[in-house]
């Protein structure tokens, strides 16, 4: 039984959940709302203040959409009321970010600026060599965090580069030179 599958979501004061057919979910929360069509072999019940899905029978194609339709539910629920952020930082000798607008400027030491527009729903920030990207969907808010790292991933010998705050460069040793 999956255990992630088997927990009821709560849905906190101030949030809806409409369950229309075809597993069709719809949470309305202080933030925004989120819609989202969910796989249609999962059961997805309303009791009082809390979501419950349930699978159908046990075969393995159930079992693994069992775990995530719950999970997609929650994070629904949970991206309404808190929301989301990644926070990336730019490393590295003149690479830096700047705010136009709703237009995200990198320079990152190509011969041009890298412009990137957010995207809706999601909205960017950028405090020194910090830059936060917010949002009520979670799927957006990393794909779209993603996207700004692919423009100058960080480099192994000097960490050049757009990592995640959280994330940990493998640092590799330079050349040396002949004696």
């Not at 899905?53 to 629920?77: C, E, F, Q, W, Y």
Request: aromatic content about 4%; overall charge positive; hydrophobic content about 35%.
């Amino acid at each position: 039984m999956s255990r992630i599958g088997r927990m009821p979501i709560a849905i906190p004061a101030g949030v809806t959940v409409s369950i229309a057919e075809n597993n069709k979910v719809t949470v309305k929360g202080p933030k925004g709302t989120l819609e989202r069509v969910l796989p249609a072999e999962m059961e997805i019940k309303q009791e009082g203040a809390e979501v419950v899905v349930s699978r159908p029978n046990d075969l393995k194609k159930m079992r693994s959409l069992h775990g995530l339709t719950r999970t997609l539910i929650a994070n629904m629920v949970t991206g309404v009321t808190a929301g989301y952020e990644k926070a990336l930082e730019v490393n590295g000798v003149g690479y830096r970010a700047a705010k136009q607008g709703k237009k995200l400027v990198l320079s990152l030491g190509y011969s041009h600026p890298v412009e990137m527009i957010d995207p809706e729903g999601l909205e960017s920030t950028v405090d020194g060599n910090k830059i936060v990207v917010k949002g009520i969907d979670k799927e957006k808010v990393g794909q779209y965090a993603a996207e700004i790292r692919t423009k100058r991933p960080p480099e192994p010998y000097k960490g050049k580069g757009i990592k995640y705050v959280d994330e940990t460069i493998r640092r590799k040793v330079g050349k040396t030179g002949k004696k």
